[in-house]
T-cell receptor, first 109, second 113 residues
Framework: RKEVEQDPGPFNVPEGATVAFNCTYS??????FFWYRQDCRKEPKLLMS???SGNEDGRFTAQLNRASQYISLLIRDSKLSDSATYLC??????????FGAGTRLTVKP | NAGVTQTPKFQVLKTGQSMTLQCAQD?????MYWYRQDPGMGLRLIYY???????DKGEVPNGYNVSRLNKREFSLRLESAAPSQTSVYFC????????????FGSGTQLSVL
């Protein structure tokens, strides 16, 4: 079993849609969690950290469920510029970051 | 600040050749990482260095060696390149605290023929 697993995608949605991505992790000792965004042929960049109480940054909302070892990312009012691959990242107890395979999102006019 | 600088950007090797990928960061970060990314896949950890003088294996270390030369620099060496090592390689760094974000270099596209 992979340490971090994500919805395979791809997700193709119209502008203005709400879309949700899910991620599960296997290491119950994991301490911190993130969503990264990666544009084609570019390096990943941090989108947002994920906190136990859930957190929001504009149109983006992240949730963490430690009991189920589950993380989610919700994007509201999708924009064309949101088209990218979204990577779930989990920091293990050795402080080594592990990435999911990514979920590709395409927002269409 | 330059952030994380990774060289070269592109490289073509023949099977059996060796090369070293260079990475340097100017943010005084403790931890540094090497990842590879294959088409349609997320990043897989090759090796990491939690602090100067230490290195540890990640998920896919076979065929690679690393050196944490000093706090700034972390190099990745392929002693005898194989076609299976054709990939995009990313170097990254962070402060080493649990909730700190990763800063990435711009990547190296490596092709082994």
């Amino acid at each position: 079993r992979k340490e971090v697993e994500q919805d395979p995608g791809p997700f193709n949605v119209p502008e203005g849609a709400t879309v949700a991505f899910n991620c599960t992790y296997s290491n119950s000792a994991s301490q911190s969690f993130f969503w990264y965004r990666q544009d084609c042929r570019k390096e990943p960049k941090l989108l947002m950290s994920v906190y136990s109480s859930g957190n929001e940054d504009g149109r983006f909302t992240a949730q963490l469920n430690r009991a189920s070892q589950y993380i989610s990312l919700l994007i509201r009012d999708s924009k064309l510029s949101d088209s990218a691959t979204y990577l779930c990242v989990v920091n293990g107890n050795n402080n080594d970051m592990r990435f999911g395979a990514g979920t590709r999102l395409t927002v269409k006019p | 600040n330059a952030g994380v600088t990774q060289t070269p950007k592109f490289q073509v090797l023949k099977t059996g050749q060796s090369m070293t990928l260079q990475c340097a960061q100017d943010m005084n970060h403790n931890s540094m990482y090497w990842y590879r990314q294959d088409p349609g896949m997320g990043l897989r950890l090759i090796y990491y260095s939690a602090s100067e003088g230490t290195t540890d294996k990640g998920e896919v270390p076979n065929g690679y060696n690393v050196s944490r030369l000093n706090k700034r620099e972390f190099s990745l060496r392929l002693e005898s390149a194989a076609p299976s090592q054709t990939s995009v390689y990313f170097c990254a760094s962070d402060t080493g605290t649990a909730d700190e974000k990763l800063f990435f270099g711009s990547g190296t596209q490596l092709s082994v023929l």
